[in-house]
């Protein structure tokens, strides 16, 4: 296993344009699910806070311890985690590890209260823990594009877009939860949620398409690399297959469908359109490449 590292490390360096492989294939791959799972249940308590889906919040609470224990497996050792949080002033991933703290103390505090039904000074409590929830889900539902944006030597994902992108795609995932969570439950009306579901999508496919745009304009090489990857190279396959096929056309023949606001419809679209955002974060995190350490002129000079 060792070798083979070590002859794909070579291989990159070897090659002008290095993809990135810290996240996104071998362990690495716990870091995207982890995020995934974090931004979807940022999302999620985000909308059932709203529409007051107790349902959705316990939904959410779970993913997001979930996506907790996938980062700490991530680290390897948890104890580091404690020290990346020192550097909040600084680094996005101390921030988002402060904000998923303070989610589920938060959260863990007010669901406990509310599912209990305690009453007098537990309400206060409750109203205090669902500040410092809420102030936890603004921090994990934003940080993430972040992160990403702040590794300038890979100019795919340093863009300005990349953030707004995050957040949409985590709105986006707290709606198709809400759409499978009404669909067991029937307590919420599916029209709305439809609507806002479609909203959310074209708003998320306009960043994405002008995001594409800005890197093929960018005059950067490693960026037009990257879209090259991920539209006709190594990642196409999970791009058009996950993101496009899974998680756009499916749920969008779902909708033209005269019964897409029966229960069952409305869960294979949730589930659909929550699977096409994980394989669109697997996509994008593994497309990119690195500034390569000499230009391929310099090379082609050299050799």
């Known amino acids: 296993m060792k070798d083979n590292r070590y002859e794909q490390l ?80 600084t680094s996005w991933i101390s921030r988002g590890f402060v904000g998923l703290s303070l989610f589920l103390i938060g959260g863990g505090i007010y669901l406990a209260i509310t599912l209990l039904g305690l009453t007098g000074i537990w309400r206060v409590l409750a109203v205090a823990a669902n500040v410092v929830a809420g102030i936890g889900t603004i921090a994990i539902i934003g940080y993430m594009g972040f992160c990403y944006t702040a590794s300038k030597a890979i100019p795919f994902w340093h863009s300005p877009l990349h953030p707004a992108i995050y957040i949409a795609f985590a709105i986006r995932g707290g709606i198709a939860a809400l759409l499978v969570i009404g669909a067991a439950s029937g307590q919420l009306a599916s029209d709305w949620l439809l609507q806002m579901w479609t909203g959310v ?74 699977s096409g955002d994980f394989f669109m974060k697997l996509s994008t995190v593994k497309a990119g490449v690195y500034v390569p350490l000499f230009s391929p002129a310099r090379r082609s000079h050299a050799s």
Do not use: C
């Open 10 to 89: 070579i291989a990159d360096l070897r090659s002008d344009y290095r993809p990135q492989r810290e996240w996104g294939e071998g362990r690495g791959i716990l870091m995207v699910i982890g995020h995934f799972l974090v931004g979807v249940a940022g999302g999620t308590w985000l909308m059932a806070s709203i529409y007051g889906v107790i349902y959705g919040l316990v939904v959410a609470y779970v993913l997001a311890a979930l996506g907790a224990v996938v980062h700490l497996m991530f680290l390897g050792r948890p104890e580091r985690a404690i020290k990346m949080m020192r550097h909040v002033r």
């Open 201 to 274: 999508t074209a708003l998320v496919t306009l960043f994405f398409a002008l995001e594409i745009q800005g890197a093929l304009s960018s005059g950067n090489i490693a960026a037009k690399w990257s879209v090259r990857d991920l539209l006709a190279g190594r990642l196409a396959f999970s791009f058009y297959g996950g993101t496009l096929l899974l998680g756009l056309i499916v749920p969008v023949l779902l909708l033209t469908n005269s019964a897409s606001n029966s229960p069952i419809v409305m869960a294979i679209l949730g589930v659909a359109s929550v």
